[in-house]
Every structure is written in structure tokens, then in C-alpha cells.
């Protein structure tokens, strides 16, 4: 029954035997009608998961944590494995998508043959962008990712989004919640709805993307340096599945002047996030990054969690979090 915990029946049984007060080697063997090396080998395997230990008032007895402790620490072991495979993962995806981007970028830096083309470098990005603003003629959408917005940005936007919007097209702009705690990029996010432009925010977003006339779609190369290069797919099929992903983030988005409630638990949209790349085993660094706030904010973010979850480790403010429903069982 506790298999899928990681605990074999031979040494679950040897578990509930000392439970059930068979103290001893002997009559585990008895009771259990197991041999005495099926019996150590399960009470090995016991030993290594901090389940059963030596009984403290008398060496010869055998003492088994009681199950309320036991199951936490499976559960906290099993996320451990959980956040060190996603990790595993994104690591993978990573590569691949390096591998992808220099298979594409010397096959045909300057041809889009297969869909896919390469721009490298700043420069060669906002000369891309600054050729496909000229030609978008219905519809822009926009994750913006990053938090706050610099104030040179906002600044260079604001004429070139006037002009899109005085030229008809419509556009739609995701940013995260985080901007929500500074005046300057909210006083630019109000003047943008002014104009005409919808906007929303949500705790978290996948990359950096821009959708011209469902026809393109631009995306950053590294998630974390978005100018180091970027990726422009004219495929119609990866075009629409990008603006599937687009769809689904926007309508889980809040508009800009309406501020959901935090859940019934008490936790806000951007803590619920928080909690669950924690639960991920995401650095400070990684969360602070995918939230758009400052390393110093995401380990408050984090503290703060801990405290409310009653953890004393990340591992086991994500096992408290899933006991508790804020997070779903497997993450994803």
C-alpha cells in the first residue's frame, strides 16, 4: 500500500510488524514468516529512510517511528525526488533548446526555411522587432516577463504602442503581478489602457513573447538574458500553439484594476506561485526571477511561507503545503 511512497511490502510489513510491538529480529521472523535475511535487508532499508532505530531503553529491541512522523518523511523524501527530476528536466529542455537554436542559427541565420530563425544579439532584435511593429496591421500580444519596466523602456515604448494604437491594431499585454508594487510601470500600464491596449497580470510567465498577427511570434533564446538572442517562428502550426499558450495565460490573468482576494487559505496569487517552485526546489535566484521581484523580496517571499506552512525545511513546506491542498499532489 505504501509502494507508491517508495516503500517496498516486504519492508512495509517489517515497518507495521515493529508497530504492532514485534520488537525483535526472531519474531518478526516468526510473525512476518520471513527469513532473518529478508528481515535485515528490510529493516536496512528501514534504517535508511529514518523509519525504525534502535530502541533507546534497551539495545535489543527495535523502535519504529510513529506513523504520523514516519509519512511525513516519505512524503518529504518523495519530494525531494520530485523537485530533483524537474530539475533534471529543465536542465534537459535547456539543452535541447541550445541544441535546436545552433542547429538553426549556422544552418540559416538569415532564412527562416524551416520556420525558425535565429536573431543574435540586441542589435539584431530590436532591428527585427522595429521591422515587424511597421507591419503588423490587427493584433500584437505580449508577455512581459522582468517585473517592474525600466524607465528608459517605458519611455521608448510609449510612442511606438501610440502609433500601433492610433493605427488600429489591437493589443493585449500579460505582466506579472509584481508591478503591481511599483507607481512607475502601473502609472505606464493605466496610460497604455487609456490608449486602448488590455492589460492583465499573473504571478508568473513562461518566457518572453511577442505574437504579430497570429502570422509570427517572437520569443526570447535564455529566459534569463533576454537580449541575448531570440527566436522568431513562421511556422502556422508552433504559431498557433503559442497563441494557445497565450489564450490560457491570459484568461487565468487579472485585469490591471481588479485585484482578486487571496485564497480561502490566505495565501496571495504570487505566494501560491512562490510555494509551488519552492516545492520545485527553485532557488531564490530562479523565484525571484520568475515572480520579477528582487533576490532579497523572494527570500522574504520564502521565510515568510516557511512561518505560515510551520516548515522547517523547503522540502517539507512543500510536503505541509500538499497535506494542506495549496498544491496538487504531483507538480508539474
Avoid at 23 to 41: G, K, Y
Avoid at 131 to 144: D, I, K, N
Wanted: glycine residues 8%; negative net charge.
Amino acid at each position: 500500500m505504501l509502494d507508491l511512497l517508495g516503500l517496498d511490502p516486504v519492508a512495509e510489513s517489517v515497518y507495521r510488524g515493529i508497530l504492532a510491538k514485534f520488537r525483535d529480529i526472531p519474531e518478526l521472523c516468526l510473525r512476518l514468516d520471513l527469513s532473518e535475511e529478508t528481515v535485515r535487508a528490510a529493516l536496512d532499508r528501514l534504517s535508511e529512510m529514518a523509519l525504525v532505530r534502535v530502541s533507546a531503553e534497551d539495545a535489543t529491541q527495535l523502535h519504529a517511528v510513529s506513523p504520523h512522523v514516519g509519512m511525513e518523511l516519505l512524503l518529504a523524501r518523495q519530494q525531494a525526488d520530485l523537485a530533483s527530476r524537474q530539475q533534471q528536466l529543465e536542465a534537459s529542455r535547456a539543452a535541447a533548446a541550445q541544441l535546436i537554436l545552433e542547429y538553426d542559427g549556422g544552418r540559416a541565420s538569415g532564412h527562416a526555411e524551416s520556420g525558425v530563425r535565429y536573431l543574435d544579439g540586441l542589435e539584431s532584435i530590436r532591428d527585427h522587432l522595429s521591422a515587424l511593429r511597421g507591419q503588423v496591421s490587427q493584433e500584437l500580444l505580449t508577455f512581459a516577463p522582468g517585473g517592474p519596466q525600466t524607465t528608459a523602456n517605458m519611455n521608448a515604448s510609449r510612442p511606438l504602442n501610440q502609433q500601433l494604437l492610433e493605427r488600429g491594431v489591437q493589443m493585449r499585454t500579460v505582466y506579472l503581478d509584481s508591478i503591481r508594487g511599483c507607481p512607475d510601470t502601473m502609472e505606464y500600464a493605466r496610460w497604455l489602457t487609456e490608449q486602448g491596449c488590455q492589460v492583465r497580470t499573473v504571478p508568473s510567465l513562461p518566457n518572453r513573447m511577442i505574437i504579430y498577427d497570429r502570422t509570427s511570434a517572437i520569443i526570447a533564446a535564455d529566459t534569463g538574458n533576454t537580449g541575448a538572442g531570440a527566436v522568431e517562428v513562421t511556422s502556422q502550426g508552433m504559431v498557433t500553439t503559442l497563441y494557445t499558450l497565450f489564450e490560457n495565460v491570459w484568461e487565468s490573468a487579472e485585469p490591471l484594476e481588479s485585484r482578486r482576494a487571496a485564497d480561502p487559505g490566505g495565501l496571495t496569487r504570487q505566494q501560491a506561485e512562490a510555494l509551488r517552485l519552492l516545492a520545485l526546489g527553485c532557488t531564490d535566484e530562479t523565484i525571484a526571477h520568475r515572480l520579477g521581484v528582487s533576490p532579497r523580496t523572494a527570500r522574504r517571499i520564502a521565510s515568510g511561507l516557511m512561518t505560515f506552512l510551520g516548515a522547517g525545511s523547503r522540502f517539507q513546506a512543500g510536503v505541509h503545503a500538499v497535506q494542506r491542498g495549496y498544491l496538487p499532489t504531483v507538480l508539474e
